[in-house]
């Protein structure tokens, strides 16, 4: 299959041209027809499908490699869509989606029966966003209002936060890609399951706990099977139970005190170059000239989590393009957005972690 690669030219904050427009009506007949359209979000890039037809999704499973018990997150550009896919929509979702939509937030709801089960990989629930992306919010209008749409990348590899990773994992396997620049937050949008009473948050992002928190009055918990991985407890999106967002090198986490960090980091280094391995690094700026590896990669100034988020899994993909074997990251502060960082970043280590402050832990 040849894929489009449709070019925006919108400016930041300048809106769309009527080219663009035209663009994106284009690229909404593609998925009205049943097809496959990669796009930007505010987030990572997505890649949309029909979310009311089964065949799109599977089209969707297909294109990634991804397991088909994965369900798929639905997007669209109106609140009041919202009860068009799902029912008993309780009192919380709208005070949440009146101060975080547009934005990066999925809410899980109740569905309806007009939601096919192969979006929801089965589920009676469905996921819902509001992206605030005007590219994505034009196409999904495009497009018949009801878009599925995971992240655009192979099953297991970093999510694309720019469009040269898009290409590289879908070119040839869907009917177009926009390339709408990079993604401001950089990491997948937050979601809070609303069907349970009170809420639960099952995948950290940019929304944290305590803003969910302030907007429903109540103290809001992280679903406790992927913040402990050793809980044996199971993940309630079923998504978080997969190794994700690796790279292929080794990645290991360093926590601890900086300049223990520092110090173990370059000890393992040295043993790796010594055992011939390729060695990357992922530190903050203030650290960038303190480690002696072949790769090193910054996330920039040190508590920064937002630029920390936006570069991430970039990093990670840049240390496959310069196949490098064995990879350490600093850690960092999980309070607020941090907590999303280092459950991606987790995610990516496959859990391999040595926290200097604690008895080691590492699972090497
Ligand atoms: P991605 O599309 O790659 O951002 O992944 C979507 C995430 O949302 C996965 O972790 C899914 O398991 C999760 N998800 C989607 N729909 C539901 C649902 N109905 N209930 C729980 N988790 C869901
Ligand atoms: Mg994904």
Not at 234 to 239: D, T
Request: net charge negative; hydrophobic share 35%; glycine share 10%.
């Amino acid at each position: 299959m040849e894929t489009e690669i449709i070019r925006i030219k919108k400016d930041k904050g300048e809106g769309l041209s009527p080219e663009d427009l035209k663009n994106i009506e284009h690229a909404g007949e593609i998925i009205k027809k049943g097809g496959l359209v990669a796009f930007p979000t505010e987030t990572v890039y997505g890649l949309g499908g029909n979310a009311l037809e089964p065949e799109s999704s599977k089209k969707i499973y297909a294109a990634k490699g991804r397991p088909s018990d994965n369900p798929l997150i639905v997007h669209i550009c109106d609140f009041k869509d919202v009860y068009e896919i799902a029912r008993d929509v309780p009192e919380e979702a709208v005070k949440l989606a009146e101060v975080f939509w547009p934005g990066p937030l999925t809410m899980i709801l109740k569905k309806k029966e007009i939601v096919p089960n192969e979006t929801t990989g089965g589920l009676d629930t469905v996921a819902i966003r509001f992206p605030s992306d005007i590219v994505a919010r034009e196409l999904i209008r495009a497009s018949g209002g009801f878009v599925a749409a995971p992240s655009a990348n192979i099953s297991g590899r970093p999510s694309p936060t720019e469009v040269k990773y898009v290409i590289e994992d879908m070119s040839g396997r869907i009917g177009a890609i926009i390339d709408g620049g990079e993604g401001e937050i950089g990491i997948e949008s937050t979601i809070v399951d609303l069907t349970v009473n009170p809420p639960v948050v099952l995948r950290p992002g940019f929304i944290t706990n305590e803003m969910i928190g302030s907007v429903l009055g109540e103290g809001i918990e992280t679903d406790r099977a992927i913040i402990d991985a050793d809980s044996g407890l199971k993940p309630k999106a079923p998504g978080m139970k997969y190794r994700h967002y690796a790279p292929k090198g080794e990645l290991v986490i360093v926590e601890g005190k900086d300049e223990e960090v520092l110090s173990r980091i370059n000890e393992l280094l040295k043993e790796d170059r010594a055992s011939g391995f390729k060695t990357g690094v992922i530190c903050c700026d203030e650290n960038s000239d303190r480690y002696d590896a072949d790769a090193i990669k910054l996330s920039g100034k040190k508590g920064d989590t937002k630029e920390a988020a936006h570069r991430l899994y970039s990093i990670l993909r840049s240390f496959d393009d310069e196949n490098v074997e064995k990879i350490y990251s600093e850690g960092f502060d999980r309070e607020g957005f941090g907590a999303a960082i280092m459950n991606r970043l987790l995610k990516a280590a496959g859990h391999k972690i040595i926290n200097l402050n604690q008895v080691e832990r590492g699972r090497k």
